[in-house]
Nanobody, 125 residues
Framework: QVQLVESGGGLVQAGGSLRLSCAVSGRTISRYAMGWFRQAPGKEREFVAVISWNGGRTRYEDSVKGRFTISKDNAENTVYLRMNSLKPEDTAVYYC??????????????????WGQGTQVTVSS
């Protein structure tokens, strides 16, 4: 059974930074793309970033490009999301997810079969 556990969320002022972590068990992430999604109150869950199985390729949602960086440590089976220059509109629950097929690089919710429980990020103005 694949389990994903996010941590690192919290309350931060606009312009600040946070680093989210996602520890994965039950699957070695070295064969799978890993993604981050977020869901704000009253809105659909949306794609934020994805990183390929070997870390060589990344994709980002337009509004976070240049501010967020996704990375993974295959040896530690952990994925990270570094968030800089945070804005109030980044406030959401952030979810880590593992792609269902090995060696992919999807950005749709349907591409990801395993999800964490989420961690709250709140950015105050």
């Amino acid at each position: 059974q694949v389990q994903l556990v996010e941590s690192g969320g919290g309350l931060v002022q606009a312009g600040g930074s946070l680093r989210l972590s996602c520890a994965v068990s039950g699957r070695t992430i070295s064969r799978y793309a890993m993604g981050w999604f977020r869901q704000a109150p009253g809105k659909e869950r949306e794609f934020v970033a994805v990183i390929s199985w070997n870390g060589g390729r990344t994709r980002y949602e337009d509004s976070v490009k240049g501010r967020f960086t996704i990375s993974k440590d295959n040896a530690e089976n952990t994925v990270y999301l570094r968030m800089n220059s945070l804005k109030p509109e980044d406030t959401a629950v952030y979810y880590c997810a593992s792609e269902s097929r090995p060696y992919g690089l999807g950005n749709r919710k349907i591409d990801f079969g395993s999800w964490g429980q989420g961690t709250q990020v709140t950015v105050s103005s």
